[in-house]
């Protein structure tokens, strides 16, 4: 399969599509046919080199994806082959085939295409986890929010809002 992969940190130019072995799920994963991947900060400072991938991670960039189940690993209920899917990752998203946790899998959302919802899930999960998880923010309160143009305070301030 094909993934894009930056052997040597950099620009644009650093960007290299390699052919890879396509993963396998492992237990408790799921195998997604990727149709979009997010490109967020976090992936443009991986390619440049001041933003290492957990140990243990593929080299191949991409922190989250929308796309297709097409294979579960042992244990897996929660999703059946066929279902629109999207994903935050540890990496790999750039690529064709990416095999996923099944805990950071989710349904992609119905009215959104999968292009679209490529770019969902970093920014949900950062928003719910800092906004509501930790913060506890509660219907009634004020949540001010700096930097509301950027894909986290567009995200806090709807999901505040609603």
């Known amino acids: 399969m094909r993934a894009v992969v930056v052997p040597e940190p950099g620009g644009v130019e650093a960007l290299q599509v390699v052919d890879v072995e396509t993963p396998e799920p492992g237990p408790g994963e ?9 490109i967020n900060r976090a992936d443009l400072m991986q390619r440049q080199g001041f933003y290492d991938p957990p140990e243990g991670a593929t080299h191949v960039l991409g922190l989250e994806c929308s796309g297709d189940v097409v294979a579960l690993g042992e244990g897996v ?82 999901l505040a809002k609603a």
């Open 30 to 38: 799921v195998l997604v046919r990727v149709t979009a991947a997010g």
């Open 77 to 158: 209920s929660e999703y059946t082959v066929g279902e629109h899917v999207v994903a935050l990752l540890s990496g790999g998203g750039y690529a064709e085939y990416v095999a996923v946790p099944v805990g950071q899998v989710a349904m992609a959302p119905r009215d959104i295409d999968l292009v679209d919802a490529a770019g969902l899930m970093e920014v949900a999960a950062t928003v719910w986890s800092n906004v509501f998880m930790m913060a506890k923010l509660q219907h009634g309160e004020t949540l001010l929010v700096h930097g509301g143009a950027s894909g986290i305070g567009t995200m806090a301030i709807q």
